[in-house]
């Protein structure tokens, strides 16, 4: 069974540009997750989507934003890059996005982000 | 905002040894996960464990939970060269959102 896949896998942008990172979920699951994981910082949570809907969203500016589609996949957009936001930027997926025992969250490879 | 502090943060033991890694975390939660990261890379998954569960083994891995003293330890018996990775604990916080809440993790090098 294939596991969580994210492209690119490295993406190099310049400040103020915008920069689309993708995930497809596991076969099955309708929730998906983004982290970042900045250097200093560990891994914070950036956006939650289940069955298409954004259902909760971390502290971070509206220049994060994302969807998912039909198939489930998703896409995080940063717009108007900062420096600060070179990171690895990591997808999961799970079952289910309930808060409950079997919330079990796996990861992809992560996209790395860098911010020139 | 924080959850999980692991603790040590970085841990040096020779192949063949038991390594022996803990997390604390400050509010109920519905589970505890474990999980590896490689030099950077993506997370692996290796473990959760629920609320109502106190010990849970997977091949060389076992894992505890003290949810009175809100604190949970990753063991792993008979460590190879191949466990060097960072490890991290994750909550799902109950009340919360769907995310997890990760500690800061313990960086593990065992050495040939």
């Known amino acids: 069974e294939a596991g969580v896949t994210q492209s690119p896998t490295h993406l190099i942008k310049t400040r103020g540009q915008q920069a689309t990172l993708r995930c497809s979920p596991i076969s099955g699951h309708t929730s998906v997750y983004w982290y970042q994981q900045a250097l200093g910082l560990g891994l914070q949570f950036l956006l939650w989507y289940d069955e298409g809907e954004e259902r909760n969203r971390g502290n971070f500016p509206p220049r994060f934003s994302g969807r998912q589609f039909p198939n489930y996949s998703s896409e995080l957009n940063v717009n108007a890059l900062e420096l600060e936001d070179s990171a690895l930027y990591l997808c999961a997926s799970s079952f289910t996005g309930t808060s409950d025992p079997y919330n079990e969250q796996f990861f992809g490879p992560g996209t790395r982000l860098t911010v020139l | 905002s924080q959850q999980g502090e692991e603790d040590p943060q970085a841990l040096s033991i020779q192949e063949g040894e038991n390594a022996t890694m803990n997390c604390s975390y400050k509010t109920s939660i519905n589970n505890l996960q474990w999980y590896r990261q490689n030099s950077g890379r993506g997370l692996v998954h290796l473990i959760l464990?629920?609320?109502?569960?106190r010990e849970k083994h997977s091949g060389r891995l076992r894992v505890t939970l003290d949810t009175s003293k809100k604190s949970s330890s990753l063991l792993i018996t008979a460590s190879r060269a191949a466990d060097t990775a960072s490890y991290f604990c994750a909550t799902d916080v109950r009340g919360s959102q769907g995310n997890l809440i990760f500690g800061k993790g313990t960086k593990l090098s065992v050495k040939p």
């Open positions: 464990i629920r609320s109502n569960e």
